[in-house]
């Protein structure tokens, strides 16, 4: 295959889908977001590299550690993590600080309290790199771990909350966004995330031939239910798996089609808001370009008119 090919990320497609101008802003300007916060995305790396140190310390042991030593590890692995990742500097207080850093460490021995020990005795691969390509579309995608039983591939792909992720009462909006009756490119990025990791699992080392192959979606901080006393808030928190194959596998063509239309718009240059009426109304709300973005100030000074 050709050195000159162009990867994108289903992160990239998924933006162009919302909206092409938002793409070219921060991905082809490299626009910085005036509004943008390190808070939440240093407190997800932090338990993202407590799970893959966990998964593959577990990995590099002689014997197979028992449930205690890999809580254990995972517990001390989150406080690393956290030291190493989080800024105070990003918090309003001391307390909010405290308070995130508690979260987070409750979120991982949650965790592995729970399926993570399944997982991480399982794990055959962390933050590896997955590529399929599909006709002229190359897609290239990181995922968190993989992980092997004797009949299954389970590709996991860890999340603080699942807002914005496919679902069962969701999933048919995939077929009414892909006709243009409905704009719902808020749930994309995850169905693109099933398309590329469940076909780039397939030319990895680890799937044979006939092999189931799951994606899901893990909340490790689904619930977290704050209780305060003479010390403080403690807090408790559970998470949550959403698997979402099966919607990749009712909606395949649907799903390929809008990967097409998105890789080609990028890799053409085109990046016209379109159908503008849809993103204005559904997506410059939360754009954090609006205040340089030609297309919305035009868009706004035309309604004051």
């Given amino acids: 295959m050709s050195e000159d090919i162009i990867r994108v990320s289903p992160s990239r497609l998924a933006t162009y889908a919302t909206c092409p101008r938002q793409y070219e802003y921060d991905?082809?300007?490299?626009?910085?977001?005036?509004?943008?916060?390190?808070?939440?995305?240093?407190?997800?790396?932090?338990?993202?590299?407590?799970?893959?140190?966990?998964c593959a310390w577990v990995a590099d042991q002689p014997e197979p550690p028992t449930d205690d030593e890999i809580q254990t590890y995972a517990h001390e692995a989150i406080e690393r993590r956290w030291d190493e990742q989080a800024d105070r500097e990003e918090y309003a207080s001391d307390a909010q600080f405290a308070y995130d850093r508690q979260v987070a460490i409750a979120g991982v021995d949650a965790?592995?309290?729970?399926?993570?020990?399944?997982?991480?005795?399982?794990?055959?691969?962390q933050e590896g790199w997955l590529t399929c390509d599909r006709g002229d579309v190359h897609l290239r995608g990181r995922v968190d771990n993989i992980v092997r039983t004797d009949e299954a591939l389970q590709i996991i792909d860890y999340k603080g909350s699942l807002s914005g992720i496919v679902s069962g009462r969701t999933h048919n909006r995939i077929e009414t966004h892909h006709a243009g009756?409905?704009?719902?490119?808020s749930i994309l990025k995850s169905v693109f995330q099933a398309a590329t990791y469940i076909e780039?699992?397939?030319a990895t080392e680890h799937y044979e031939p006939g092999m189931d192959i799951e994606f899901t979606f893990y909340s490790v901080l689904y619930n977290v239910d704050r209780t305060?006393?003479?010390?403080?808030?403690?807090?408790?928190?559970?998470?949550?798996?959403?698997?979402?194959?099966?919607?990749?596998?009712?909606?395949?063509?649907?799903?390929?089609?809008?990967i097409d239309d998105c890789y080609t718009g990028i890799v053409d240059g085109?990046?016209?808001?379109?159908?503008?009426?849809?993103?204005?109304?559904?997506?410059?709300?939360?754009?954090?370009?609006?205040?340089?973005?030609?297309?919305?100030?035009g868009a706004e000074v035309s309604l004051d008119d």
């Fill in 111 to 125: 965790y592995f309290a729970a399926a993570g020990l399944e997982h991480a005795r399982n794990s055959v691969e």
């Fill in 200 to 202: 780039g699992a397939k």
């Fill in 228 to 258: 305060p006393g003479h010390d403080g808030i403690s807090v408790e928190v559970t998470g949550k798996s959403r698997d979402v194959g099966w919607i990749y596998e009712a909606h395949e063509d649907t799903i390929w089609s809008l």
């Fill in 181 to 185: 009756e409905e704009y719902h490119a």
């Fill in 27 to 54: 991905k082809e300007w490299s626009v910085e977001s005036p509004e943008e916060s390190r808070r939440y995305l240093d407190r997800g790396l932090a338990y993202h590299g407590a799970i893959e140190d966990t």
């Fill in 270 to 297: 085109e990046f016209m808001p379109e159908p503008w009426e849809e993103i204005h109304e559904n997506a410059c709300g939360d754009c954090s370009y609006q205040g340089m973005c030609g297309d919305y100030i």
